[in-house]
């Protein structure tokens, strides 16, 4: 009987023992599962935020790339168009360098020079007044003195240095219907002269004021001719080219082409209607 209460006892406490250890394995099971599922939320949120985290950043980096290819492209437009506005400067400062005004070819219009004072009222296209201030200087260093003395003329002026050169024609006896062709061999028709473009400029020696031939052997014409193209500067009408530039041999009479088409036409021998194919 005891024997048998002792058993029903141990298997009480053996039951007892299983169950406890079924509820101690259910609890931590349960806390095992809370865990883990707290770390799989854990963790699924910190993908989430990495992937957050990732999409802004492409977005960010989607929109500076996108920023800096507009501004990329923007600096692109603005070099292109500032080439383009170089370009058209250069081409357009040629173009007025090299512009052709002889008897045959008037001065536009429309054109404006582009003059400023160089001294005892006279007035030199802008870009000129410098080489020539410079040709003068050199000049000077090597003891010869050369005298500017008619640069830019309006209209105005040329019709007056044109009407009385008719003048002094017609009293050496020419017809009034033959002077004005005469007068034109020496002082261009208003609107022929290149001295209107501004880029024309008549210099002397200072020991020979002479507006004549003679000029060609004086210390002055012999150096600027041997030298002026060094400067942006040719001969413009030298001798025996009437024929190409409408206008008698003039050894004083010199005029700004840029430094590169002075150096061109210098050593080629040529005069600017040459050059420009149209001589």
């Given at each position: 009987?005891?024997e048998?209460k002792?058993?029903?006892?141990?298997g009480?406490?053996?039951?007892?023992?299983?169950?406890?250890l079924?509820?101690?394995?259910?609890?931590?099971?349960?806390?095992?599962?809370?865990?883990?599922?707290?770390?799989?939320e854990?963790l699924?949120?910190?993908?989430?935020?990495?992937?957050?985290?990732?999409?802004?950043?492409?977005?960010?980096d989607?929109?500076?790339?996108?920023?800096?290819?507009?501004?990329?492209?923007a600096?692109?437009?603005?070099?292109?168009?500032?080439?383009?506005?170089?370009?058209?400067?250069?081409a357009?400062n040629?173009?007025?360098?090299?512009?052709l005004?002889?008897?045959?070819?008037?001065?536009?219009?429309?054109?404006?020079?582009?003059?400023v004072?160089?001294?005892?009222?006279?007035?030199?296209?802008?870009?000129?007044?410098?080489?020539?201030?410079?040709?003068?200087a050199?000049?000077?260093?090597?003891?010869?003195?050369?005298?500017?003395?008619?640069g830019?003329?309006?209209?105005?002026?040329?019709?007056?240095?044109?009407?009385?050169?008719?003048?002094?024609v017609?009293?050496?006896?020419?017809?009034?219907?033959?002077a004005p062709?005469?007068?034109?061999?020496?002082?261009?028709?208003?609107?022929?002269?290149?001295?209107?473009l501004?880029?024309?400029?008549?210099i002397?020696d200072?020991?020979?004021?002479?507006?004549?031939?003679?000029?060609?052997?004086?210390?002055?014409?012999?150096?600027l001719?041997?030298?002026?193209s060094?400067?942006?500067?040719i001969?413009?009408?030298?001798?025996?080219t009437?024929?190409q530039?409408?206008?008698?041999?003039?050894?004083?009479?010199?005029?700004?082409?840029?430094?590169?088409?002075?150096?061109?036409?210098?050593?080629?021998?040529?005069?600017?209607?040459?050059?420009?194919g149209?001589g």
């Amino acid at each position: 009987m005891a024997e048998r209460k002792r058993k029903r006892k141990a298997g009480v406490l053996l039951w007892f023992s299983l169950l406890l250890l079924i509820s101690l394995g259910l609890l931590f099971g349960a806390a095992w599962m809370r865990a883990a599922e707290a770390e799989k939320e854990a963790l699924e949120a910190e993908l989430a935020k990495n992937r957050m985290e990732l999409a802004i950043r492409r977005t960010t980096d989607a929109r500076r790339a996108a920023i800096m290819k507009a501004k990329a492209e923007a600096e692109e437009e603005e070099e292109a168009q500032r080439i383009s506005a170089k370009d058209a400067f250069l081409a357009r400062n040629r173009e007025e360098l090299l512009m052709l005004v002889n008897p045959w070819n008037m001065l536009p219009e429309e054109y404006e020079p582009h003059v400023v004072e160089i001294g005892d009222g006279m007035y030199f296209d802008e870009r000129a007044a410098g080489p020539l201030a410079h040709m003068l200087a050199d000049a000077k260093k090597e003891g010869i003195i050369a005298v500017p003395i008619s640069g830019y003329r309006t209209m105005e002026y040329q019709q007056g240095l044109f009407d009385d050169k008719v003048l002094r024609v017609r009293a050496n006896g020419f017809s009034e219907e033959e002077a004005p062709a005469e007068a034109a061999k020496e002082v261009a028709v208003p609107g022929t002269s290149e001295h209107q473009l501004g880029l024309a400029m008549d210099i002397l020696d200072v020991n020979n004021p002479n507006l004549d031939w003679t000029q060609q052997w004086s210390p002055a014409q012999r150096w600027l001719m041997e030298h002026c193209s060094e400067y942006g500067f040719i001969l413009r009408f030298p001798d025996g080219t009437e024929e190409q530039t409408g206008i008698i041999y003039e050894p004083w009479h010199y005029r700004y082409v840029g430094l590169s088409v002075a150096k061109e036409i210098t050593k080629a021998g040529v005069t600017l209607e040459e050059y420009l194919g149209k001589g």
